[in-house]
């Protein structure tokens, strides 16, 4: 199986063994984006081609972001990407000559996350990476849901700032406690840039008070839309990916703190760290392939 | 079948035919609570006897509001009925001697309005009572999901205001836009008594604007809620059931309104009033006893 995810940025890509484990993970940088999706298929055939040694492989799984209806095979809508409906199972699959099968980055992290990481063994569980964006993977009885391709866009709900998102609307949980943001923000409150938010989280740690404003802004966000997750779908697991799910002290802790300050009758889900992190969405896509030729 | 619906105030109760249909309803008035549920069993046992002609019908659907572990048949917690953690299933069948489904009202209303109502023929859709509380049942994948009892909840979900629940919380959608909520505000904003939220649409329709405003905080407010689940579980369809679900003109179009501006990329469900009235958790009880001997 040759799994591949696509993201804004780069193309990460490997080989699923039948034990279900990932190889080492090919790394690439994403071409500039076409609406017909042209330069990035090109990459992946040719991603595919070198990890296939020129054979043929038994199935690609390949995961994008965005809007993806997994069953049709088609990417609606993925921001970065500039795509819309581009039916990337059936141009991929005439170009390597195997089965594909595509699904939505998180989802496939959250597939991932469910079998083989810190989401195994829970009935219904949520996998939250917070990174560029923010999006969620939903398992539901056991199963990823998909909602025709739209639910878990936990990024765009409104939890109550009056910033503006990518999106176009305002007050967007993504707008305030992406890793993205809180890069962002604390630059623009400081005057001074920072690679991401990892540079925040190592000057939240030495007290920096900017840093921990913008910080703890973006705690009490997650919070409200962890509380929102805990009141619609009611997850009893929530495992935190992205660079800030990495630290207990500085997020996991005071995140289960503060969403319990917000439940009442509701049952808090455990909140644990991601345990597969940026290969998530590979495996998951390999996972996907698997099941084709299952 | 007998269908067995146990409100707070009421019990409502019937008899599902094989062709699906629920016959006339039995209205009693719910006894007053005992935690260990005895006045309230006590009082379904004899409604089902009068149902069946003193036979023994073939299986009893109940459904109750509140925490229900459907698949173990115990109410866990029920807020009106004080009950915590009964057994109903168990004490029912053993009492009556028939298999016994226990379910809850909402979700069984949801059941309903999926087969027999505004839900039907929708894989991913909601059915959102407003009535003196407001739950959610949410139909994904063309099942009802329960999340071990706790699904739903979004009338307990922080939609901005400051007003106090009788959860114990803060700013929740249902101290605000639910049936109860509406009347009790405008009761409290203008000092005349109403005796529930239709005398208060009667008085929009007139234009009292004490009514208007009170009326239009519960729209916003049930926007927002709308926009989380549309965000979260992305239904297709949602279908408001209670008093204001009956109002295309009051609700439904307003409703539509106010989601569409939330929204931005997401796929706006389409709002229907419920079909089944306040029949709705009956039928679906029948369904659930349906299903015990299907």
Redesign the interface.
């Known amino acids: 199986m040759v799994a591949v995810d696509v993201g804004g940025t780069s193309i990460k890509a490997g080989v699923l063994g039948a034990d279900g484990r990932l190889g080492p993970v090919d790394r690439t940088t994403t071409p500039p984006a076409g609406s017909d999706g042209a330069p990035v298929l090109d990459a992946v055939e040719a991603i595919v081609r070198r990890l296939s040694d020129g054979g043929r492989p038994a199935a690609v799984g390949v995961v994008v972001p965005g809007?993806v209806d997994d069953a049709a095979g088609v990417a609606v809508?993925a921001g970065n990407l500039s795509w819309r409906d581009v039916p990337l199972r059936d141009l991929l699959a005439s170009r390597l000559g195997c089965p594909v099968a595509v699904g939505h980055d998180v989802r496939a992290g959250g597939l991932a996350e469910h079998r083989a990481g810190a989401c195994r063994g829970a009935?219904?569980a949520v996998f939250l990476p917070v990174g560029t964006g923010i999006a969620?993977a939903?398992i539901?009885?056991g199963?990823v849901?998909s909602?025709?391709?739209?639910?878990?866009?936990?990024g765009?709900?409104?939890v109550?700032h009056d910033l503006p998102?990518a999106?176009?609307?305002h007050g967007c949980l993504e707008a305030i406690a992406s890793a993205a943001a809180v890069a962002r923000r604390y630059s623009a409150a400081t005057g001074t840039p920072v690679a991401g938010s990892r540079d925040v989280a190592e000057l939240v740690r030495r007290g920096d008070p900017a840093a921990v404003a913008v910080w703890d802004d973006a705690l009490d966000a997650l919070a409200?839309g962890l509380?929102?997750?805990?009141?619609?779908?009611?997850?009893?697991v929530v495992a935190i990916g992205g660079g800030m799910g990495e630290s207990p002290e500085l997020v996991l802790r005071p995140l289960a703190g503060r969403l319990a300050a917000?439940?009442?009758?509701?049952?808090p889900p455990r909140l644990v760290g991601a345990e597969l992190g940026d290969r998530a969405g590979c495996v998951g896509a390999g996972l996907l392939a698997r099941e084709l030729v299952a």
């Not at 909602?147 to 936990?154: H, L, Q, S, T």
């Not at 509380?227 to 009893?236: D, I, K, M, N, W």
């Not at 917000?262 to 049952?267: A, G, I, V």
């Open positions: 809007i809508r009935r219904n969620a939903l539901l009885d199963r849901f909602g025709d391709g739209y639910a878990g866009e936990v765009h709900v409104d109550g998102c999106c176009g609307g409200y509380s929102l997750l805990t009141g619609v779908v009611a997850p009893s917000r439940l009442t009758f509701q049952r």
